[in-house]
C-alpha cells in the first residue's frame, strides 16, 4: 500500500510493505512528496514579493542557512535532500551514543515547523535536477550539502576485504541507506585506524564499548547484532604526526579514557620533552596535550589501576607513523597487518609535516578503517569546484562568477570545525544573501519556486500518485528514531 505523507513540511511518499506492530520490522520506501496542497501554493505563487530560495542540503549547514534566511518576514525557503530524511551528519554521522549533539535536531525542526519552510526529500540535486534548472525557479539558490565522500586511502592493498573507509563504518552503524550493504568483518583480534580524528576515536569508542551499553542507542538492531559478536579486543589509531597534531578534541579523549572495559596504551617514549614545548600552544591544545601527558606518563592511582588491569579489551595512539601498505592475508582473501613508515617531523606551528626516516614496521590487525578526512564533490558541471581544496570558490559564500548561487558549510570552507562552527559560517551566508537581496542584486519578479521543480520531476517520471492525509509532526520524529533502530531499510 502506498499512502503519501505530510509530516509537517517534510512531505514523503511511503510504501508500507509491512504491517505496522511493536516488535515487527517495517521497511518503508521513501520518495519526495511532488505536490504541495493548492492552498499553500497558491499562497507563495501569486505573491510578487515573496523571495523564493533554495537550500540543497539538510544538515546543520543547510538548516542553520535556512534559519537565518527566514528572518526575512516574506522569504520562502524549500530545502531539497537526497537522502528521503533530514538532517544530514547530525543523524547519520554523529555517535549513537552521543544524543546530546544530537539535540540539535530539535532546533531543526522549530525551523521546518515554519509556514514558510517545507523540506523535499529524496531529490537528487545534480541527478534529478540541475543547478541550473533551479537558478530559473529561484530568486537564489544556496548549496549546503556538506562532504558526503571521504580521501581515499590510495596504497597498494587498500582494495582488499578487511579494508573500508570510517565514513562507510560510521554510515552503516548510523543506519544511512546507502552503507546498509556494508558487511565488516570483526572475527578479528586487532582493528587499526588510520587517522587521529574525532570520526577515528567515535569508531573505535564503538568497537570497544560493551553491547549492553550500546543497545541503550539509536544503534541500528543490525549493526549492534554484528557488534554483539565482536571479537575485536585492540583498536590502534595511527597518525602520521604526533601528540600536538591529533585532531580529536579533549571531550572525546577524555571519553575514550574512561571507556568500560578497557585501558590506553600510550608509549612514553612519544612524550619525551612535550611538556616544555606546552607554554608555546593555544589553551584547547595545552589542556589536550596535558591529558595526554598524564595518561602515558603518570602511575595511575589504586582504582584507576584496578580498573586497567580488570580490561579485557585496549586501545592505542601509535604516532609517527604513516601508512604504505595493506598487507594481505595468506590466502589473498582479507587484510593482514598494515605497513608502516616511521616519520619525523620537520617545521613548525601549522607548516609541521611528517617526513619518512627510511625505517618500516608491520602492524598486524584483521580491519582497517581508513579515516583521513572528509572531501566534497562537485554537484553539477554549472558550478564551479576547486578538486584540490574540495570546496566551492567563494567570497563570503557568493560563489565566484556565478550571480544568485551560494554556499555553506564544509562545501565552503572544507570539512573542519564542529556543529556551532557551521552554525556561525551558515549565518554569515544566509546574512550575505539577504544584503544582496536587499541591494536589489537578486533576479526581481515572481518565480515559481517549488511549482516549476514538481513540474520537471513529474515529467521525469518523479512523481507517482497516492493518496495524501496530514499528520503530526510526532510521526517525523518517530520514524526517524525507528530508522535509527533499524526497522527501515531491513526488509
Not at 554483539?228 to 580529536?248: H, N
Request: aromatic share 8%; charged share 20%.
Amino acid at each position: 500500500m502506498q499512502v503519501r505523507v505530510k509530516l509537517g513540511k517534510f512531505q514523503l511518499l511511503l510504501d508500507l510493505r509491512v504491517g505496522l506492530g511493536l516488535g515487527k520490522e517495517v521497511s518503508f520506501d521513501l520518495f519526495p512528496l511532488l505536490s504541495l496542497a493548492p492552498g499553500f501554493r497558491h499562497q507563495f505563487s501569486t505573491q510578487e514579493k515573496t523571495p523564493q530560495i533554495c537550500v540543497v542540503g539538510s544538515g546543520p549547514a543547510g538548516f542553520y542557512t535556512a534559519q537565518h534566511l527566514l528572518k526575512h518576514p516574506q522569504a520562502h525557503v524549500d530545502i531539497y535532500e537526497k537522502q528521503p530524511v533530514p538532517f544530514g551528519l547530525v543523524r547519520f554521522g554523529v555517535a549513537p551514543d552521543h544524543p546530546e549533539v544530537k539535540n540539535v535536531i530539535n532546533t531543526f525542526t522549530q525551523t521546518a515547523h515554519s509556514g514558510r519552510c517545507a523540506f523535499w526529500g529524496n531529490v537528487e540535486v545534480g541527478r534529478d535536477v540541475t543547478v541550473p534548472e533551479l537558478q530559473e525557479a529561484y530568486h537564489a539558490v544556496v548549496l549546503s550539502y556538506g562532504a558526503e565522500d571521504h580521501r581515499a586511502l590510495d596504497i597498494p592493498g587498500a582494495e582488499l576485504p578487511g579494508v573500508c573507509s570510517a565514513r562507510a563504518f560510521v554510515g552503516w552503524y548510523n543506519g544511512l541507506p546507502e552503507n546498509q550493504e556494508l558487511k565488516p568483518d570483526l572475527s578479528c583480534d586487532t582493528a587499526v585506524i588510520l587517522g587521529q580524528g574525532n570520526v577515528a576515536l567515535d569508531v573505535a569508542r564503538i568497537l570497544l564499548t560493551p553491547p549492553e551499553h550500546l543497545e541503550k542507542t539509536d544503534i541500528t538492531k543490525a549493526a549492534l547484532g554484528v557488534l554483539r559478536q565482536s571479537r575485536v579486543k585492540t583498536v590502534w589509531l595511527v597518525g602520521r604526526r604526533g601528540p600536538l597534531q591529533v585532531a580529536f578534541t579533549i571531550k572525546e579523549l577524555r571519553e575514550m579514557i574512561q571507556l568500560p572495559g578497557t585501558r590506553p596504551i600510550l608509549d612514553p617514549v612519544d612524550f619525551v620533552g612535550l611538556q616544555d614545548r606546552l607554554k608555546e600552544v593555544p589553551r584547547p591544545r595545552k589542556r589536550l596535550t596535558e591529558l595526554l601527558l598524564r595518561t602515558a606518563m603518570e602511575k595511575p592511582g589504586p582504582e584507576e589501576a584496578a580498573r586497567r588491569a580488570s580490561a579485557s579489551r585496549a586501545w592505542g595512539l601509535r604516532f609517527f607513523r604513516s601508512p604504505q601498505q595493506v598487507l594481505p592475508s595468506p590466502d589473498g582473501r582479507g587484510a593482514a597487518g598494515v605497513r608502516l613508515a616511521v616519520t619525523r617531523l620537520e617545521g613548525v606551528g601549522e607548516a609541521t609535516r611528517a617526513v619518512p626516516t627510511g625505517a618500516m614496521e608491520d602492524l598486524p590487525c584483521g580491519l582497517v578503517l581508513s579515516s583521513v578526512g572528509y572531501k566534497s564533490r562537485p554537484i553539477d558541471p554549472s558550478v564551479p569546484f576547486d578538486s584540490r581544496l574540495g570546496v566551492i570558490p567563494n567570497v563570503e559564500g557568493r560563489v565566484m562568477d556565478v550571480p544568485g548561487l551560494y554556499c555553506s558549510g564544509w562545501v565552503k570552507r572544507g570539512p573542519t570545525g564542529v556543529i556551532a562552527t557551521t552554525m556561525t559560517d551558515s549565518f554569515l551566508t544566509g546574512q550575505t544573501l539577504l544584503q544582496d537581496l536587499k541591494a536589489g542584486l537578486l533576479p526581481s519578479g515572481p518565480r515559481p519556486g517549488s511549482t516549476a521543480i514538481q513540474a520537471l520531476l513529474s515529467s521525469r517520471g518523479l512523481g507517482p500518485d497516492a493518496e495524501s492525509w496530514e499528520v503530526g509532526w510526532e510521526v517525523l520524529l518517530w520514524g526517524v528514531s525507528l530508522f535509527g533502530r533499524g526497522l527501515f531499510w531491513e526488509g
